[in-house]
């Protein structure tokens, strides 16, 4: 792969530690149509890769204590931030249909061979349209709670949901008339931590606070997250969670889902079994995870870790 | 009048608006289609229209800005639309094809202030149709400042458009609007969610002479 680098340059020596949290062993970019996506690289350069995709929101380094795990089991893993996220370039426009075709030209420049593809949440999502587009680029698929079902609750009535979206426009609006004055609030990186928490209220402050350091930039004014401004969470728009159900049955590759079953993560998408059990592709297997968040990687990385090195163990 | 030509805003994109003709009050908004750009002059349908006429290029089209690296969405051109109102304030707006979708989502996001929309044939009018076309994803290289860009092509001609999705955006129109017929709709080609708009109470069709006519504002006694 080109462009990839040997050390890892710290914004600022206020650094935390983790407990099995290992930077990057290689860092990089690569291109995709004109912009610059920053790569994160774990394990033995010549191991079979793993292209690992984050959520929304998120960024390649909370793949940090996950991704070594994987590399010590003997594969290469390989992730990168989104447009407008982590290391990534700020983007004039986002969408999901533009992060898909991100991930398309990442992967097609860090190997010439079929990999394995592993995303979480939006990202999981994402690679169900890339891979029902795009079969031949992966030999597995890894989907770590990104498997959408019941986007639209049945507890909202049409008025209600039509009040939300209403609601959601004119906050979009908004933000993007004041996108120039728009930034990133600083603060301590015990505050930026406890920021995040309401998003990751499972995950420890101890994790947060590394993530801070790993994720945010440090100036004058002290820390800030890297996220382009202008990206909020949620959305509106015309999706509807049959359609990424289609594109999962429609998959040709050995396919491995693992559902949280906590039903009150915040940023989870609250999948029940029997919600994707039937648009499982031929042979398809599900894990459901009762007791584990939405951030199951990370809540829980060995258990997890294991879990996805038996699955890939005939893929190497 | 040949064309007057101001730039506005979007982020660090700059957003072509042309005047097409100049008057006193409220101004009517041309949008274009897919791949188009604003018409060099007023358009015989506008003749009517006594305050100024105003034609906006989309981003990546025209004389506006191209962004890198895509990543349109109908919702985002409505953005376009926005900075418009903010500088003008209440508008009437026509929109051909693509900028009939981006006009009726623009006037139920800011019903206060669109007062009233045309819907007309032309470029882009389908999109990608009431669900998501066959999967198709492709990696471009970086385009350069030539419009139209190509991923404007590519992905505003795949977003989908629900008939149901659509509806959502009438019904705010109508909750807000004060005229009995703030949508009206000229096109004679009819995908799905333009075929359900039509066929909404409070909608009505008119040739585009007609519509652009009947949202002209009364002149102040």
Request: glycine fraction near 10%; include cysteine; charged fraction near 25%.
């Given at each position: 792969m080109s462009g990839l680098g040997c050390q890892f340059v710290p914004d600022n020596d206020e650094m935390r530690s983790f407990p099995g949290a290992r930077p990057p062993d290689r860092t990089g970019h690569v291109d995709s149509s004109g912009l610059r996506l920053a790569v994160n690289e774990w394990g033995d350069v010549d191991a079979p890769m793993i292209a690992a995709i984050h959520g929304g929101f998120d960024f390649s380094r909370t793949f940090d204590v996950f991704a070594p795990m994987l590399a010590d089991g003997g594969w290469r893993v390989v992730a990168w931030d989104a447009r407008g996220h982590g290391d990534s370039d700020h983007a004039h426009l986002y969408s999901w249909a533009a992060d898909v075709r991100d991930h398309l030209a990442a992967i097609t420049a860090l190997s010439d061979k079929p990999v394995v593809m592993l995303g979480h949440s939006k990202g999981g999502g994402q690679l169900l349209d890339l891979l029902d587009g795009r079969p031949s680029l992966a030999k597995a698929f890894v989907n770590l709670d990104g498997l959408p079902s019941q986007f639209s609750s049945p507890d909202v009535n049409d008025r209600e949901r039509r009040r939300m979206r209403r609601a959601d426009l004119g906050a979009f609006l908004d933000r993007r008339r004041r996108r120039n004055e728009l930034e990133r609030r600083p603060d301590t990186i015990e505050g930026l931590a406890g920021r995040r928490q309401p998003m990751n209220p499972r995950l420890s402050r101890e994790w947060l606070e590394y993530l801070v350091t790993v994720g945010a930039r440090h100036d004058d004014l002290g820390w800030r997250w890297k996220i382009d401004p202008v990206l909020h969470l949620g959305g509106f728009g015309p999706w509807r969670p049959g359609w990424s159900m289609d594109h999962l049955a429609a998959l040709e590759m050995p396919f491995l889902g693992v559902l949280s079953g906590v039903q009150d993560d915040p940023m989870g998408w609250k999948s029940r079994r029997e919600d994707i059990a039937p648009f499982l592709p031929p042979g398809g297997r599900l894990e459901y995870c009762d007791d584990i968040g939405h951030f199951l990687h990370i809540e829980q990385p060995r258990y997890i870790a294991d879990l996805v090195l038996e699955f890939l163990e005939p893929f190497k | 009048m040949s064309r007057r030509t101001e730039f506005l805003s979007s982020g660090a994109l700059r957003l072509a608006l042309h005047t097409l003709a100049e008057g006193e009050g409220q101004a009517l908004l041309l949008l274009h289609g897919l791949g188009e750009q604003s018409p060099m002059e007023r358009p015989?349908?506008?003749?009517?229209?006594?305050g100024p006429v105003l034609a906006l290029d989309f981003t990546g089209h025209g004389e506006s800005d191209v962004p890198v690296g895509g990543g349109y969405m109908p919702e985002a051109l409505m953005a376009d639309v926005d900075a418009v109102i903010a500088a003008y304030g209440d508008l009437t707006i026509v929109g051909r094809g693509l900028g009939a979708w981006v006009a009726l989502l623009v006037a139920g996001a800011r019903s206060s202030i669109v007062r009233g929309i045309v819907l007309a044939d032309g470029?882009?009018?389908?999109?990608?149709?009431p669900q998501p076309p066959s999967p198709y994803v492709e990696a471009l290289p970086a385009v350069g400042s030539a419009t139209p860009d190509p991923f404007a092509l590519l992905e505003l001609s795949r977003d989908v458009r629900p008939a149901d999705y659509a509806l959502d955006y009438v019904r705010f129109v109508l909750e807000d609007s004060e005229l009995e017929n703030p949508i009206v709709v000229s096109a004679r080609i009819r995908p799905d969610w333009l075929a359900a708009v039509a066929a909404d109470i409070g909608v009505i069709e008119l040739s585009l002479s007609e519509a652009v006519a009947s949202f002209v504002p009364p002149k102040a006694t």
């Amino acid at each position: 792969m080109s462009g990839l680098g040997c050390q890892f340059v710290p914004d600022n020596d206020e650094m935390r530690s983790f407990p099995g949290a290992r930077p990057p062993d290689r860092t990089g970019h690569v291109d995709s149509s004109g912009l610059r996506l920053a790569v994160n690289e774990w394990g033995d350069v010549d191991a079979p890769m793993i292209a690992a995709i984050h959520g929304g929101f998120d960024f390649s380094r909370t793949f940090d204590v996950f991704a070594p795990m994987l590399a010590d089991g003997g594969w290469r893993v390989v992730a990168w931030d989104a447009r407008g996220h982590g290391d990534s370039d700020h983007a004039h426009l986002y969408s999901w249909a533009a992060d898909v075709r991100d991930h398309l030209a990442a992967i097609t420049a860090l190997s010439d061979k079929p990999v394995v593809m592993l995303g979480h949440s939006k990202g999981g999502g994402q690679l169900l349209d890339l891979l029902d587009g795009r079969p031949s680029l992966a030999k597995a698929f890894v989907n770590l709670d990104g498997l959408p079902s019941q986007f639209s609750s049945p507890d909202v009535n049409d008025r209600e949901r039509r009040r939300m979206r209403r609601a959601d426009l004119g906050a979009f609006l908004d933000r993007r008339r004041r996108r120039n004055e728009l930034e990133r609030r600083p603060d301590t990186i015990e505050g930026l931590a406890g920021r995040r928490q309401p998003m990751n209220p499972r995950l420890s402050r101890e994790w947060l606070e590394y993530l801070v350091t790993v994720g945010a930039r440090h100036d004058d004014l002290g820390w800030r997250w890297k996220i382009d401004p202008v990206l909020h969470l949620g959305g509106f728009g015309p999706w509807r969670p049959g359609w990424s159900m289609d594109h999962l049955a429609a998959l040709e590759m050995p396919f491995l889902g693992v559902l949280s079953g906590v039903q009150d993560d915040p940023m989870g998408w609250k999948s029940r079994r029997e919600d994707i059990a039937p648009f499982l592709p031929p042979g398809g297997r599900l894990e459901y995870c009762d007791d584990i968040g939405h951030f199951l990687h990370i809540e829980q990385p060995r258990y997890i870790a294991d879990l996805v090195l038996e699955f890939l163990e005939p893929f190497k | 009048m040949s064309r007057r030509t101001e730039f506005l805003s979007s982020g660090a994109l700059r957003l072509a608006l042309h005047t097409l003709a100049e008057g006193e009050g409220q101004a009517l908004l041309l949008l274009h289609g897919l791949g188009e750009q604003s018409p060099m002059e007023r358009p015989f349908w506008a003749e009517a229209w006594t305050g100024p006429v105003l034609a906006l290029d989309f981003t990546g089209h025209g004389e506006s800005d191209v962004p890198v690296g895509g990543g349109y969405m109908p919702e985002a051109l409505m953005a376009d639309v926005d900075a418009v109102i903010a500088a003008y304030g209440d508008l009437t707006i026509v929109g051909r094809g693509l900028g009939a979708w981006v006009a009726l989502l623009v006037a139920g996001a800011r019903s206060s202030i669109v007062r009233g929309i045309v819907l007309a044939d032309g470029s882009g009018i389908a999109g990608g149709g009431p669900q998501p076309p066959s999967p198709y994803v492709e990696a471009l290289p970086a385009v350069g400042s030539a419009t139209p860009d190509p991923f404007a092509l590519l992905e505003l001609s795949r977003d989908v458009r629900p008939a149901d999705y659509a509806l959502d955006y009438v019904r705010f129109v109508l909750e807000d609007s004060e005229l009995e017929n703030p949508i009206v709709v000229s096109a004679r080609i009819r995908p799905d969610w333009l075929a359900a708009v039509a066929a909404d109470i409070g909608v009505i069709e008119l040739s585009l002479s007609e519509a652009v006519a009947s949202f002209v504002p009364p002149k102040a006694t």
